[in-house]
């Protein structure tokens, strides 16, 4: 099986974010969704995708809390 992963950084006050998303560990649960809404969404599968621009996760302040809050870990936010 192929993971399907998509991730982006953000570059600010010396910090990169880096957003990994496996889509096929994703259960849909829309735990991420409810946790950052204006960086997630769920595509017509219920899957985890990025919204288009947000793909920095600066459209939520909650962004760093969508890993603890996703049950099977689909979701990972590192910080250079």
Known sequence: ?????????????????????????????????????????QDDEALVALLPGQEDGAGDSRVREVPLA????AIVITED
């Open 1 to 41: 099986m192929t993971s399907r992963a998509a991730g982006t950084e953000r570059r600010g006050a010396g910090h990169a974010l880096r957003i990994t998303v496996d889509r096929d560990r994703c259960i849909g649960s829309g735990q991420c969704v409810m946790t950052a809404p204006g960086v997630f969404t």
């Open 70 to 73: 996703c049950p099977v870990q």
